[in-house]
């Protein structure tokens, strides 16, 4: 098990160990033809929101081309979907971590064990050896980085220097939640596939398998309502009072640019250390209608608004890393993304 899933919520499944896709089989299709065709452009920038399935389908593509190497074969040819027997040996060795022609980036823990709130250039030069030296298995060698988000400015570069120039049967599959913000020399040396947020049906089938409950669950049918087309976001949703905290954190973002102090210090205290489930639902509810504000017309329309609306999503993601990554206080958090809030949409039209 990796430093990051060891940090993530036991009930969302890792994506390296999801068999299953749910609601993507036109995005699936696009990579499947492409490697079909035996020209398939060697970076893909696979964006979309937060627990819709972007890393589970970089893992069953990779999967895919490890046990598939030669797309001309007519078992290939006859593929209809990325679908792999979880037994088959490539998917067992690629669930254990132990594939030698995968290599995958994502933060990890410095010497103290503490989360990393990037991925470093060291981490990232890893390309370097993994696509340099001799192959480790016959075939291809795919690179997911899990995400190019967190990607340091010096890692990005490292990365990009091997997307520069890669080598014959690399593959990279760059996943991203915000890939506008992604470095433009990367965004162009990369073919972009789009996922849209899962529609309901999906998220609850998806859900329901992971959380081992029936679909008809009335607890995992609302969780699903306030996922909004995201799975692990309606996983997390479904531990303890999580559900509640959303819909309180909500109703203060709404009630925005007015703010009750005594609310804030409430929803702080409901935000204890070492609860990683509250803390990240209280991030995730800002930070989606932050994004759903920023891509508002009456926002989009407006540079000043939309960049002062910008820098704070920048400034609160980073405050946001700090607390989870140190395991910080939670209550002074909640006032500095408030304040923040406050000053950016002092001057907003109402959205009543």
């Given at each position: 098990?990796?430093?990051?899933?060891?940090?993530?919520?036991?009930?969302?499944?890792?994506?390296?160990?999801?068999?299953?896709?749910?609601?993507?089989?036109?995005?699936?299709?696009?990579?499947?033809?492409?490697?079909?065709?035996?020209?398939?452009?060697?970076?893909?920038?696979?964006?979309g929101?937060?627990g819709?399935?972007?890393?589970?389908?970089?893992?069953?593509?990779?999967k895919?081309?490890?046990?598939?190497?030669?797309?001309?074969?007519?078992?290939?040819?006859?593929?209809?979907?990325?679908?792999?027997?979880?037994?088959?040996?490539?998917?067992?060795?690629?669930?254990?971590?132990?594939?030698?022609?995968?290599?995958t980036?994502?933060?990890?823990?410095?010497?103290?064990?503490?989360m990393r709130?990037?991925?470093?250039?060291?981490?990232?030069?890893?390309?370097?050896?993994?696509?340099?030296s001799?192959?480790?298995?016959?075939?291809?060698?795919?690179?997911?980085?899990?995400?190019?988000?967190?990607?340091?400015?010096?890692?990005?570069?490292?990365?990009?220097?091997i997307?520069?120039?890669?080598?014959?049967?690399?593959?990279?599959?760059?996943?991203?939640?915000?890939?506008?913000?992604?470095?433009?020399?990367?965004?162009s040396?990369?073919?972009?596939?789009?996922?849209?947020?899962?529609?309901?049906?999906?998220?609850?089938?998806?859900?329901?398998?992971?959380?081992?409950?029936?679909?008809?669950?009335?607890?995992?049918?609302?969780?699903?309502?306030?996922?909004?087309g995201?799975?692990?976001?309606?996983?997390?949703?479904?531990?303890?009072?999580?559900l509640?905290?959303?819909?309180?954190?909500?109703?203060?973002?709404?009630?925005?640019?007015?703010?009750?102090?005594?609310?804030?210090?409430?929803?702080?205290?409901?935000?204890?250390?070492?609860?990683r489930?509250?803390?990240?639902?209280?991030?995730?509810?800002?930070?989606?209608?932050?994004?759903?504000?920023?891509?508002?017309?009456?926002?989009?329309?407006?540079?000043?608004?939309?960049?002062?609306?910008?820098?704070?999503?920048?400034?609160?993601?980073?405050?946001?890393?700090?607390t989870?990554?140190?395991?910080?206080?939670?209550?002074?958090?909640?006032?500095?993304?408030?304040?923040?809030?406050?000053?950016?949409?002092?001057?907003?039209?109402?959205?009543?």
């Open positions: 098990m990796s430093p990051r899933e060891a940090e993530s919520d036991t009930m969302v499944p890792p994506p390296r160990k999801t068999a299953r896709l749910y609601g993507h089989a036109a995005t699936e299709a696009t990579l499947l033809s492409a490697y079909k065709s035996g020209q398939i452009p060697h970076a893909w920038l696979i964006g929101a937060q819709i399935g972007k890393a589970t389908l970089a893992y069953r593509m990779a895919f081309v490890l046990a598939n190497p030669e797309p001309s074969l007519p078992a290939v040819q006859r593929a209809t979907s990325l679908d792999l027997d979880p037994d088959h040996p490539v998917a067992r060795q690629v669930v254990a971590g132990s594939h030698g022609g995968l290599l980036l994502e933060r990890t823990a410095n010497d103290k064990g503490v709130s990037v991925i470093t250039v060291d981490e990232s030069r890893e390309t370097i050896s993994f696509f340099g001799t192959a480790a298995v016959a075939g291809w060698r795919v690179c997911i980085v899990d995400t190019v988000d967190e990607l340091n400015a010096n890692a990005s570069n490292a990365l990009l220097k997307l520069e120039e890669p080598p014959a049967r690399s593959l990279f599959l760059l996943i991203s939640h915000a890939p506008s913000r992604v470095l433009a020399t990367i965004q040396r990369c073919r972009k596939l789009m996922l849209r947020p899962l529609a309901a049906s999906d998220v609850i089938l998806a859900a329901a398998q992971a959380a081992e409950r029936g679909p008809q669950d009335a607890a995992l049918r609302e969780a699903a309502e306030a996922g909004e995201s799975v692990a976001r309606t996983l997390a949703l479904l531990g303890g009072d999580a509640g905290l959303h819909h309180r954190t909500a109703a203060l973002l709404e009630a925005l640019p007015h703010v009750d102090p005594r609310a804030l210090h409430a929803l702080g205290d409901a935000l204890p250390l070492n609860d489930v509250a803390l990240r639902t209280f991030i995730d509810t800002v930070d989606r209608w932050l994004t759903s504000h920023l891509r508002a017309p009456d926002v989009q329309a407006n540079l000043p608004r939309l960049a002062r609306l910008a820098e704070v999503w920048e400034k609160i993601n980073q405050s946001a890393r700090e989870e990554a140190f395991n910080l206080e939670r209550k002074p958090l909640v006032f500095s993304v408030f304040s923040m809030l406050v000053e950016a949409t002092a001057n907003f039209p109402s959205r009543a």
